[in-house]
């Protein structure tokens, strides 16, 4: 795991977003009985306090999240943050400390851990990887392989971490890949189709496996590109052939080990699904005081 780095600030989540989010797990975990287990153990208005541990060093993502957890229970929750998100914590730091009901404590616990452990561990991996390819001016960008319901606050979490957000849905922008160019014949009437029809404020690009691929469409015209499965070496040369009339987008297969030669062959962008597809969660506990 990469070093601790300088916390970074984040705009905050709209809280509609994280309260449908939050409603939806809770209705998944209460199901159509309630919690039994505390109902059955918990006498109903005893207040308790508990704290959120980090179990492993990394980056925070979904404070706010986890509030939300916790408050949607007991309306009268207190919680004091003492780690942010975009901020670092080492194995024993505090992230926060929720003074409510028992039964809300011991209800919210996992819905409150699944959010903050996913998000923590995305906005950790996203942190590695910039972490990576620090020096070469390249960003590293997330996909949409985001789990189902949940790409807001993955991309959210991708923000923490120090990466940037590629495209929210279909209908951002556009981005013709190989099946697309075979639907339509090709590199250079998909982007004429595409023109004809989008409008002037809609970003194009498209994803080309080859320089003859980029050279049409670069003839054409186009926003971006993206250079798919290349070497380093391919990379390289497609960076000099689209000499800054494009931004540079590398993708496929790109880890850890090979970001940074990834990076050095001049593209303005790493898109890297494992950020939201294949990071850990953070260990996490709550410990009930």
């Known amino acids: 795991m990469s070093a601790p780095s300088e916390a970074i600030a984040v705009p905050p989540l709209p809280a509609v977003l994280i309260e449908d989010a939050v409603r939806r797990a809770l209705e998944e975990d209460l199901g159509r009985g309630g919690d039994l287990t505390t109902d059955a153990l918990v006498p ?46 080492a194995a024993g730091d505090e992230i926060l400390r929720i003074e409510a009901t028992a039964r809300c404590l011991l209800t919210g616990e996992r819905t409150a851990l699944n959010f903050l452990g996913r998000m923590s561990g995305v906005a950790t991996l996203t942190r590695a990887y910039v972490a990576a390819v620090a020096g070469s001016g390249a960003r590293v960008a997330d996909t ?15 923000r923490c971490g120090g990466g940037a957000n590629h495209r929210f849905g279909l209908d951002d922008a556009v981005l013709i890949k190989d099946n697309h160019l075979l639907a339509a014949g090709g590199v250079r009437p998909a982007l004429e189709r595409v023109r004809a029809v989008v409008g002037h404020t ?16 670069l003839a054409v015209g186009v926003d971006a590109v993206l250079l798919d499965n290349m070497s380093p070496e391919g ?12 931004v540079c987008e590398a993708s496929g297969g790109i880890t850890l080990e090979t970001a940074a030669a990834v990076a050095a062959t001049g593209v303005d962008l790493l898109s ?11 260990d996490l506990s709550l410990e009930l005081e």
């Open 44 to 89: 109903p208005g005893g207040a308790a306090a508990a704290s959120i541990i980090a179990r492993s060093d990394g980056r925070v993502a979904g404070v706010d999240v986890a509030t939300a957890v916790f408050r949607m229970l007991d309306p009268e929750a207190q919680v004091t943050v003492t780690t942010r998100d975009g901020g670092d914590v």
């Open 144 to 158: 949409r392989k985001t789990t189902p319901g949940l790409r807001a606050l993955e991309k959210y979490a991708v």
């Open 202 to 217: 809609v970003k194009v690009e498209v994803e080309v496996d080859t320089l003859e691929q980029l050279e049409e469409a």
């Open 235 to 246: 990379l390289a040369r497609a960076v000099a052939m689209v000499d800054g009339r494009a």
């Open 272 to 282: 890297v699904g494992a950020l939201t597809h294949s990071a850990p969660a953070l």
